[in-house]
């Protein structure tokens, strides 16, 4: 069955490095999303993707973050510049059409230290 | 702005005996999706059951049935014969549908720790 891949699965970087998380999505996807999950609390949106551009970010998506699908397959954020506070589970997800159901990876451990 | 409203923050069920998740929404969109994910201690986030807003009838998926409530803007997740690997936290999630102005994207609810007894 089909799955998206994310890498690493868990992070460690220290405060003020900057960091990529990879994603690879279904292949047959067309939308793509990052969400981020601090411990405890709940999942939040970050960024959506189609058609080779953002379509929609929230406003924790400042410009500390950008994403990129540099190779057709593959789906990166970057943060530059990390916080502690930026420590939370990451999580690609990407979804056929809107509106569809998004699967997600297995989310990117992201620790700053 | 859509928001998603779980307000049981734990639950607990004995082994087979039947459990309700609730989940309330607010939105002023029409047309939109529904979803319960489970995050089992894994943290991995899979999608349990998923309902669309212009069908009457109740999703179900084996174990897993919905009631929807379009009016009451509810949309309750029930789980019978409970098992073990049923524990698992439980984000209820909304999207508006296609052709309006959010290309997909999943406003969560704060989650509910659902904990299955032997």
């Known amino acids: 069955e089909p799955e998206v891949t994310q890498t690493p699965s868990h992070q460690v970087t220290q405060m003020g490095q900057e960091v990529i998380l990879r994603c690879v999505p279904i292949s047959n996807h067309l939308y793509f999303y990052w969400y981020r999950q601090i411990l405890g609390q709940k999942v939040e949106f970050l960024v959506s993707?189609?058609?080779?551009?953002?379509?929609?970010k929230s406003e924790i998506f400042d410009d500390q973050f950008s994403v990129e699908r540099p190779d057709g397959s593959n789906f990166t954020l970057k943060i530059r510049s990390t916080k502690l506070e930026d420590s939370a589970m990451y999580f690609c997800a990407s979804s056929i059409g809107r509106g569809t159901e998004a699967f997600f990876g297995q989310g990117t451990r992201l620790t700053v230290v | 702005a859509q928001t998603v409203t779980q307000s049981q923050p734990e639950m607990s069920v004995q082994e087979a005996e039947t459990v309700t998740l609730s989940c309330t929404y607010d939105t002023s969109e029409s047309n939109y999706y529904l979803f319960w994910y489970k995050q089992p201690p894994s943290r991995q986030m899979i999608l349990v059951i998923r309902q669309e807003a212009y069908k009457q009838q109740n999703a179900t998926e084996n174990r897993f049935s919905v009631n929807f409530q379009k009016a009451a803007k509810s949309f309750s997740l029930k789980i019978s014969d409970s098992q073990l690997g049923d524990t698992a936290m439980y984000f209820c999630a909304f999207t508006p549908n296609a052709g309006g102005t959010s290309y997909g994207k999943l406003t969560f609810g704060q989650g509910t720790i659902l904990t299955v007894h032997p």
């Open positions: 993707f189609y058609n080779n551009e953002i379509s929609e």
